[in-house]
């Protein structure tokens, strides 16, 4: 299998894999009006740039990065306009979460797949060291501090925005504002591995919510969107549930540590106040954390009763 | 004949041998040389901290003042191998601090460390020079203060591209006032905005032997000069940020900084860079050979006048802001250029923002005729421009090309760049490290097996048609010692047939591709020689049938045997160990 990479990817393969076809042609993708896979070796020259994704949320074939265009190209790739937007879009959260399934220095993946496209994991070959700067650097980048140098340099005016462009790309922002990076440990019952995530690349609860639950949910075997029947399962659970750490349907709530080093749950106060006074995460189990904000988990879980899961 | 050297003499003999190369081949000449020569090794480079144990490294060599180690394949930098793979620094720091008291230098690639390791470092080796960290992680500035406080004599504390847990920049006040020694200390990768400056200042102030400093981007502009005026020695220098509004007295006082440091050969840094402070930097241009702008977002006009002063450059580092204009500039006034890596300002935007394309590339290939090591991101290529810089360039020794999009063809007639990259292997006969990126089908993998005899280390990416293409680089690249896959129709037939091949090489890595599990456990059963190990975070291998392919392979010769500390994501294929699994 090619194109994806990461482990939901094989998921996908193993599927087709079972029916008993083994070796695959990495030009096979490249084949147009293939509603199944067909796996075997040799060419498939031309056209390489059209696939069709089938319908109706079984993959029956590789995902290349093809299938992804940038959120930041104006126009539409190829790819795009031969894809349904459900599975496109589908396909996109599943690879996000594919891009968080395996590594190391997850920040720069989970920023890369929380922002834009949803790209192939570890493509192009950048370090997540290089990620991780560039990311940085374009929340640095005050829309002030080129106004003064456009003032010195107005002919390079139009190169300096180009500038912007590129390096927000890291970061997707379009007003970057002066911020840096806010890296907070999270830890998760049960875990021994804490992880670290940067507070400031995301704008929102929701989005530091499913930026942890990629992290950390998916090692759990039923909430676990990475493997091939999960998979679906995975892309359905996207498109209709809202973050479970936050609304109190998952076994786990999401809490944080604040300056004065009391335990409270995630949600009460607007996020900005809360990046000022959180310190650290942790995902605790329901059980756990009854004592805290007890009116906050009580108010969550008669929505959790109401909502349709 | 009866005579022979005293073992004193010989020792003082091998002693001026410093290749690990040699010093191998010299141990091999008879038993009593293999002797002599363990005892006076002292420095120790091992490419895999699982190809050996710790053990067997201090039972044959019980003298080595400096170890190097590395952790994690290559592929972990782009965060294909997950959290908790391995690479534990510990259990080496633990052996050894019992068995080489005299430890001079550590040296760690991709490694995993703690603050534990830190600390027992500081406490065990009284005598410990030199902590070099390589995109390292795990640890904190904690373990840092630790080191600070104990290593009276540190010369080296050189952090490059780890990740660090940034707590306080009060680390540095850890070091005593008695601590004079310090000859680089690189702390550009720690992120927090809170460096303590005055501890800093001082602890420059007070090591006369500073060649190289390298600040993180807590250290404002106005900053630089106080720190470049207590170090004019200094060869090696790494800016914080370089942006700040334009005052004349600032900008007259860096330059002045600047021009001070007469030894100044190399610059780095340059985080968010405010252009019209670059001209403080011309009073050392001429003299710099090694320039690193890769995080400068800076544009083409403002890098030409800048590199156009610097006629001595050998090594330079940029982002794709340069664009071809800037690359020929380049070819035309630096004339002594080695090593050139141009960077991807914008990797994911599907449409070009730059203008950089295989153009400038084929001008520093045509105008520098030192150019020995590439490494070149752009979104289009042709093969007529790979023949080009390889007939212009056969001195060339590294050569990386990412084209940002996989399975690029040949921009000009469409066809796979087979041929480019066969020409690239034909004339650089001295090549030693190859990355291959867009339109690429069993063809090249035939020139390489054919030309690359002295290929080293080979990356490839959604390349190839089938198995052959692996068949040809596993059976004809000779002095092949790392190979890393990803995403190609490569399976087990390849594999199988060249098994022994793998016992020569350092590892091979193989992600998404078509590899079985049954063909893991038979390399396995095959090869007692060789770690297999299966990597799969969403179910064991062994849950589906034999024929799946598995998500990832890493395999290495090993004399230590399987590991023991494996996440439970990771299998190996070593039969008795599976079975107690």
């Known amino acids: 299998m090619q194109g994806g990479g990461g482990g939901s990817e094989s998921g996908s393969l193993s599927t087709v894999s079972r029916e008993d076809n083994m070796v695959v042609s990495s030009e096979d993708s490249s084949c147009p009006d293939e509603s199944e896979l067909e796996l075997g070796l040799g060419l498939c020259l031309g056209g390489f740039k059209m696939h069709q994704v089938s319908r109706g949320g079984q993959f029956a074939r590789i995902l290349t990065a093809k299938d992804f265009p940038s959120a930041i190209s104006a126009s539409p790739s190829p790819s795009s306009s031969s894809s349904s937007s459900s599975s496109s879009s589908s396909s996109s959260s599943s690879l996000s979460r594919a891009n968080v399934t395996a590594g190391t220095k997850r920040t720069a993946d989970s920023v890369a797949a929380a922002n834009s496209s949803s790209q192939v994991v570890g493509w192009p070959p950048i370090r997540a060291y290089r990620m991780n700067s560039m990311v940085n650097q374009a929340k640095n980048q005050t829309t002030e501090g080129f106004n003064s140098t456009m003032e010195n340099h107005k002919s390079e005016t139009s190169t300096v925005e180009k500038g912007t462009t590129g390096i927000s790309s890291y970061h997707n922002s379009g007003n970057a504002k002066l911020r840096k990076s806010l890296f907070v440990k999270v830890n998760m019952d049960g875990i021994p591995i804490g992880r670290k995530v940067d507070m400031n690349a995301h704008e929102s609860y929701e989005k530091l919510a499913k930026t942890l639950e990629d992290m950390f949910l998916k090692t759990t075997p039923n909430v676990n969107p990475a493997g091939s029947r999960a998979l679906e399962l995975g892309m359905m659970n996207k498109l209709t549930r809202s973050s479970k750490l936050l609304d109190g349907s998952s076994d786990f709530v999401l809490t944080y540590e604040d300056k004065e080093g009391d335990w409270m749950l995630v949600g009460d106060v607007p996020w900005k106040m809360f990046l000022c006074s959180v310190k650290r995460l942790r995902i605790m189990r329901t059980s756990e954390a009854t004592g805290l904000a007890p009116r906050l988990h009580e108010r969550n879980c008669q929505r959790q009763r109401s909502k349709h899961i | ?581």
Request: net charge neutral.
């Open chain 2, 1 to 581: 004949m009866a005579y022979s050297f005293p073992d004193e003499v010989l020792e003082h003999v091998f002693s001026f041998i410093q290749s690990d190369k040699d010093r191998n081949a010299v141990s091999l000449v008879c038993k009593s040389w293999y002797e002599i020569e363990r005892w006076c090794r002292r420095k120790v480079f091992i490419g895999n901290c699982y190809a050996v144990s710790p053990r067997m490294v201090i039972r044959r060599f019980p003298e080595v003042r400096s170890i190097k180690l590395k952790g994690k394949p290559h592929f972990a930098d782009f965060n294909l191998v997950p959290d908790g793979w391995g690479g534990y620094v510990l259990p080496w720091i633990a052996e050894m601090a019992g068995a080489y008291p005299w430890l001079e230098e550590i040296r760690l690639k991709r490694m995993v460390v703690t603050d534990e390791s830190l600390e027992l470092i500081a406490k065990s080796f009284k005598n410990f020079k030199v902590l070099v960290l390589f995109s390292c992680e795990g640890f904190s500035t904690d373990g840092l203060a630790a080191i600070a406080a104990s290593c009276k004599n540190l010369r080296e504390l050189d952090l490059r591209e780890s990740e660090v847990d940034d707590l306080s920049g009060h680390w540095l006040a850890h070091f005593p006032e008695t601590c004079t020694s310090l000859v680089s200390l690189n702390i550009s990768c720690l992120r927090s905005d809170e460096v303590s400056f005055s501890a800093l200042e001082r602890l420059v102030g007070r090591c006369p032997n500073l060649r190289s400093l390298r600040l993180n981007r807590a250290v404002t502009l106005d900053k630089i000069a106080n720190i470049l005026r207590r170090a004019p020695q200094l060869v090696d220098f790494g800016t914080g940020y370089y942006a700040a509004e334009l005052q004349p007295d600032v900008f007259s006082n860096l330059a002045g900084a600047f021009s001070s440091c007469k030894e100044l050969k190399s610059l780095s840094g340059f985080w968010d860079v405010v252009p019209a402070y670059l001209p403080a930097l011309y009073s050392i241009c001429p003299r710099l050979t090694s320039l690193n702008l890769s995080y400068a977002t800076i544009q083409s006009p403002d890098l030409i006048k800048l590199v156009s002063h610097c006629p001595r450059l050998q090594r330079l580092l940029v982002l794709d802001y340069v664009e071809d204009s800037g690359l020929e500039e380049l070819a035309s006034s630096c004339k002594d250029l080695q090593e050139l890596r141009v960077f991807p300002s914008d990797p994911f935007g599907a449409e070009p923002n730059v203008s950089l394309t295989e153009q400038g590339l084929v001008a520093v290939s045509l105008g520098c005729p030192k150019l020995r090591s590439v490494l070149y991101f752009c979104r289009r290529m042709s093969n007529a421009a790979l023949v080009t810089i390889a007939q212009n360039r056969p001195n060339l020794t590294r050569f990386r090309l990412c084209i940002i999009e996989p399975k690029t063809p040949d921009y000009l007639t469409l066809e796979p760049l087979d041929v480019g990259f066969g020409a690239i292997v034909e004339h650089c006969k001295d090549l030693s490290r190859l990355s291959l990126s867009g339109l690429l089908t069993d063809h090249v993998f035939e020139y390489i097996g054919t030309y690359g005899k002295k290929l080293e280390m080979l990356s490839v990416a959604f390349a190839g048609d089938s198995d052959l293409g692996l068949h040809h680089v596993l059976s004809g690249c000779e002095s092949l010692r790392k190979l890393e896959i990803r995403d190609c129709p490569f399976g087990d037939k390849a594999l199988l047939a060249n098994a022994a091949k793998l016992e020569t090489m350092r590892s091979l890595w193989m992600s998404s591709c078509a590899v079985s599990f049954g063909a893991c456990k038979l390399l396995g059963q095959k090869m007692p020689k060789l770690n297999v190990e299966v990597i799969d975070e969403t179910e064991p291998p062994d849950s589906r049938p034999e024929s799946c392919p598995v998500d990832k392979l890493y395999i290495y010769r090993s004399v230590a045997g399987p590991r023991f500390d494996m996440p439970p994501f990771v299998w190996t294929m070593d039969e008795a160990v599976r079975i107690l699994h």
